[in-house]
């Protein structure tokens, strides 16, 4: 099978690049990876301008000789190229998985809109260079090549889920990336955000009457917390559970995703027995 | 005439209320600054809990010997009491004027959706400690006792305005608090936020169906930018032209307002000739 990589948001390293491609040709040698070479590619703050990073997006999502389509890296900047991209995708596009999470999600919500039916929260390109990348990146191949059911989120059920960054997922409210996620189960994430950001983000979304629709929500790590001055003085759980009270959205607990080589894959949809994944 | 201080998001020091006290001694003699104690509590990040400050809020609101509600300062809480407070508003509370910015917009943008005709955006008791933070006292006190017109925004004109924080804006769409715009010019203005996140919520705001009725946006101040790594690349006005652009929006030009002392009064609502104002 063969995998394209593309970098919505900001540029790999070429050596990122070459350490996944070894471990892929050892672990899964059936993988062929392939490097968009607009993943190399700096403009100010992005990994190639909107025109370029547009450009490689649907190269790759409208190549029917592609399988998958994997995300890169995160960090910043899929939000201003989603509308086109989705606007130029053709039926090539619709048959293949994606999986990435993070800045990502602004893609991948746009997408599950959209019908798409092979989307996932997952490791990336870019997670090799965190402790114990390597287990990230074994991790989303082995979703890619054999839907691995070890890669899947554990609490994973009968009820379609899906999974956002919190601060993605705040702000693509009320946006044409906004999926209809009625029923799910809703698994949140987060990196680097103080604590009074976290709480207003949950403020947004539990106050959304659309997001009240949703099964239930799941915490998963908020990681790299800066400090606040004074002491926010309550967890992400805490936080988590006091917005999910007052907003009558049930909270079910912790989900085994965040920035980190233990992000667990998370199908969006419904899980359909034992075949869920891209081989599905 | 009798203006309440309270503070529903963080306290400010007795020293603070009594330079501002002092000042409008000296120059508004016909004002009398009652700060409620609570201004001065702490509650982990916050000036008290949340029944606590909800309960000043309301206090001062729904007492008829008070004409102006005037904010101590920003910072962040407001939004956890402002669905709590606006249900416990008495008839008393919609003949007095609120003044405040930053936090303070997820109250008044709740108070200008129920109705209320006399908020405005403008200098809150806490920029005393600006520099220059005696012309933004002045100035709040000339609006909140004589509606002198020396201290509007330059730019206001015959269209309905109002006038809010970047980020407290995007977060409050989609929420009871977020008011009807349609057809006001919309100012907005930041603080301490990187441009990659004033980027997002104007990807945010711009992309909401409900924002593109406004007549226009304008840009008022973004300071205390932090560094982007790598440089985001684009000003804060090339931010605003840009989403302004593809949105369809009008993006009108500069608003005199922001985190500083040169902050200008935004009325919510339609300029009634001269006479704008508390005591109009």
């Given at each position: 099978m063969r995998i394209g990589i593309v970098a919505p948001s900001t540029p790999i390293l070429p050596e990122t690049a070459e350490r996944v491609t070894a471990i892929a040709a050892a672990n899964f040698p059936e993988a062929e990876l392939v490097f968009h070479?607009?993943?190399?590619?700096?403009?100010?703050?992005?990994?190639?301008?909107?025109?370029?990073?547009?450009?490689?997006?649907?190269?790759?999502?409208?190549?029917?000789?592609?399988?998958?389509?994997?995300?890169?890296?995160?960090?910043?900047?899929?939000?201003?190229?989603?509308?086109?991209?989705?606007?130029?995708?053709?039926?090539?596009?619709?048959?293949?998985?994606?999986?990435?999470?993070?800045?990502?999600?602004?893609?991948?919500?746009?997408?599950?809109?959209?019908?798409?039916?092979?989307?996932?929260?997952?490791?990336?390109?870019?997670?090799?260079?965190?402790?114990?990348?390597e287990a990230a990146i074994l991790r989303a191949l082995a979703w890619l090549t054999a839907s691995d059911s070890a890669a899947l989120e554990p609490s994973l059920g009968a009820e379609p889920a899906v999974a956002f960054n919190i601060t993605v997922f705040s702000q693509l409210l009320g946006t044409p990336l906004e999926p209809d996620l009625a029923g799910h189960v809703l698994m949140l994430e987060d990196v680097s955000e103080h604590m009074y950001r976290t709480d207003r983000s949950l403020f947004h979304l539990t106050s959304n009457e659309r997001v009240r629709r949703v099964a239930g929500i799941r915490l998963g790590r908020c990681t790299e917390v800066p400090d606040n001055d004074p002491d926010f003085g309550a967890s992400e759980e805490e936080v988590f559970r006091y917005w999910c009270d007052r907003s009558g959205i049930n909270y079910l607990g912790r989900a085994d995703i965040g920035h980190d080589s233990g992000n667990k894959v998370v199908p969006f949809g419904t899980l359909p027995g034992e075949g869920r994944g891209p081989a599905a």
């Open positions: 070479p607009q993943c190399f590619l700096s403009h100010r703050h992005f990994a190639g301008d909107e025109e370029t990073r547009a450009g490689a997006f649907l190269e790759v999502a409208n190549d029917r000789a592609f399988d998958a389509l994997w995300f890169a890296r995160g960090g910043y900047g899929s939000c201003r190229i989603a509308e086109p991209v989705l606007a130029g995708l053709g039926p090539a596009a619709r048959s293949k998985a994606y999986l990435g999470y993070s800045d990502a999600g602004y893609m991948l919500g746009g997408l599950y809109r959209a019908g798409f039916e092979r989307l996932a929260h997952g490791p990336m390109v870019g997670d090799i260079r965190r402790e114990n990348g």
